[in-house]
């Protein structure tokens, strides 16, 4: 499997932590005159032969609750065909409060996470500077939350799906094959024609359109994890629309699906090894010896969990499957960490796991009662089968499992035999239109996180390479992405590139 790439995928703990430095500026050249009209009309764009319609549209805010404005936008099914039809797109927005010089469009990652929900809950991650300047406005990928959805199993069904274990032997491959059938064929019959069109290629002509809708002749965006997927997308996409795009915690788009897999696996180890020393340099920690014994007890629990899934004080019980995401949403944020250790203590002292039942619901957006808060789960693997896929061959993998296994002894195994989740998908992955450097772009800002487990920070260096026009920022720290999350560097950094144009130096760490 691959982990969701997404910012607060547990929102246990999320803080900005003070610090400072300092480097010597300069300005963006292209510094989107236009973008600063102050005026939130459309721009009077046709758009692509046919979807004139859509680019001419008028959006019709409304309020809806402490300040905020939301609305629905039209969209087509297809962007290769103006006749297919017609999708719906949810947006929200928070107007500027100062001195307005354009939109800013975001994005959270997943694929599958929700911009509306996000916007509105981390508001206060955003610089004030930046708020004065813009409309903050989250949107609905299509496929996702309050947008036209991916829709496939119902809850009861999900809820089973999402914590079944598989034997390590040719049964268990069959077994799982069988589910990941079982998931395609619903989200066919449930979803319909849009679920072979949330392609990111499609979300970025949509975020093109959305531009030029909200009135903004260059694109400013902000984009988490996936968010730098489809930011990087869109500026391959649309190289002369770009203004001013920060990629945080990005994905480097050149990558193959096998070598996404295999990174974040050693990302997530990585990440759980940071943990794992810390936790033994405090004076409570369940995890004994040095840091490779205790890598080796949280192993040995989720084996166990296998075997033996943990009794909980609910009638569920807690299997490997559980446990891993358990343990992998609290790797997200450093802030986190107390919860792993008290997850932790409470399964090896009293052989029970509903602090572990508890972490794995936050990251599968669980609610108490057994019904799910998001179509995420849905929404990313519909997204993923169509833009890339794993090797499906069994020689391939197997031996990336055993390449997962050696470089990841902890958490690699979870990560092994991705090739199976599209093999039945009923629609083809999508061809790749954009150009990866997206040649011609002003600057765009990459950000990586130096022990990101998510989104390793080898992407970013990839990323920033990889466009012509990238500028790396380096955050050293623990936790998926940065601005928001980090220190002031990063923080200043990224506001004054989006107020004021003003490009961090290429290499700049914070």
Known sequence: MNLRARLCATSLALALV???????????????????????????????????EFYGQTLAWEDCGSGWECTTARAPLSWDDPGAGEIELALKRLPASGERIGSLLTNPGGPGASGVDFVGD???????????????????PRGVGGSSAVTCFDDARKDESLSKDFADDAAGREAMVAELAAWAQACEENTGPLLGQVDTQSAARDMDMLRAVLGDEKLAY??????????????????DKVGRLVLDGAIDTALTA???????????????????????????????GDVDAGMEQVRTLLDQAKQNPLPTTSARRVTQTLAFYGIAVTLYNDLSWPALTQALTEAFTEGTGTMLLYLADVYND??????????????????????????????????????LEAEAPTMGSFFAYGGLTCVDWPYPAVEQEFDVAASGAAPIVVIGTTNDPATPYVWAEG???????GVLVTYEGEGHTAYGRSNACVGDAVDAYLVEGTVPEDGLVC
Request: some cysteine; overall charge negative.
């Open 18 to 52: 003070a610090a400072g430095c300092s480097v010597a500026p300069k300005t963006q050249t292209p510094a989107d005159e236009a973008a600063t009209s102050g005026t939130a009309q459309g721009t009077g764009e046709t758009g692509p032969e046919g979807f004139e």
């Open 122 to 140: 981390a508001a206060s991650m955003f610089g004030e500077p930046v708020k004065e300047a813009y409309d903050l406005v989250g949107f609905d």
């Open 222 to 239: 902000l984009g988490y994890s996936y968010g730098t997927q489809l930011g990087a997308t869109y500026a391959g996409l649309f190289p």
């Open 258 to 288: 096998d070598e996404v897999s295999e990174q974040q696996a050693v990302g997530f180890e990585n990440a759980l090894r940071a943990y794992v020393e810390d936790c033994q340099a405090g004076p409570s920690c369940p995890l004994r």
């Open 366 to 403: 669980r609610n108490p009662d057994g019904s799910f808060a998001t179509n995420s789960t849905e929404a990313f693997r519909a997204v993923n089968c169509l833009d890339d896929r794993q090797d499906s061959d069994p020689a391939a993998m197997e031996a990336q499992r055993e390449r």
């Open 463 to 469: 990323l920033a390479k990889t466009l012509d026009s």
